[in-house]
């Protein structure tokens, strides 16, 4: 499975949008360090912090794992971006999936107080 890169773009300005993009791994190798940190602090029982929080990639695994729950298992195989494949039969569900991830992220750094609130 892998994202269009019309739909990657869109997640990407989508966590702009929100004000996260600081919070988003400069490389792979960031992005490594924070999900084993991500990991060590749910063992924990810690809240996230910028150390451990990455919004665009953790959005990603929603929209993902939103598409598995939605088609199965069958839908990891391949190439397929999992937007693009759910508005063929469900046109704006792949919007929601956008928004609703994004705006989850937004929910978590607001709720952790890794960003500023209202």
Same mark, same amino acid.
């Given at each position: 499975? &892998?994202?269009?890169? @019309? $739909?990657?773009?869109?997640?990407?300005? =989508?966590?702009?949008?929100?004000?996260?993009?600081?919070?988003?791994?400069?490389?792979?190798?960031? *992005? %490594?360090? &924070?999900?084993?940190?991500?990991?060590?602090? =749910?063992?924990?029982?810690?809240?996230? @912090?910028?150390?451990?929080?990455?919004?665009?990639?953790?959005? $990603?695994? =929603?929209?993902?794992?939103?598409? !598995?729950?939605?088609?199965? !298992? =069958? %839908?990891?195989?391949?190439?397929?971006?999992?937007?693009?494949?759910?508005? &063929?039969?469900?046109?704006?569900?792949?919007?929601?999936?956008?928004?609703?991830?994004?705006?989850?992220?937004?929910? !978590? *750094?607001? $709720?952790? &107080?890794?960003? *500023? @609130?209202?």
């Amino acid at each position: 499975m &892998k994202f269009c890169s @019309t $739909h990657w773009d869109a997640l990407r300005e =989508n966590i702009k949008a929100r004000g996260l993009w600081d919070f988003v791994s400069k490389d792979g190798a960031e *992005a %490594g360090r &924070k999900m084993v940190a991500k990991q060590e602090a =749910n063992d924990k029982g810690e809240p996230p @912090t910028a150390a451990s929080f990455d919004p665009l990639l953790l959005a $990603h695994m =929603n929209i993902v794992s939103a598409y !598995i729950e939605d088609v199965g !298992i =069958n %839908g990891m195989v391949g190439d397929k971006c999992p937007i693009c494949e759910v508005e &063929k039969s469900r046109a704006g569900l792949g919007k929601e999936w956008l928004d609703g991830s994004c705006d989850d992220m937004l929910r !978590i *750094a607001k $709720h952790f &107080k890794l960003i *500023a @609130t209202d």
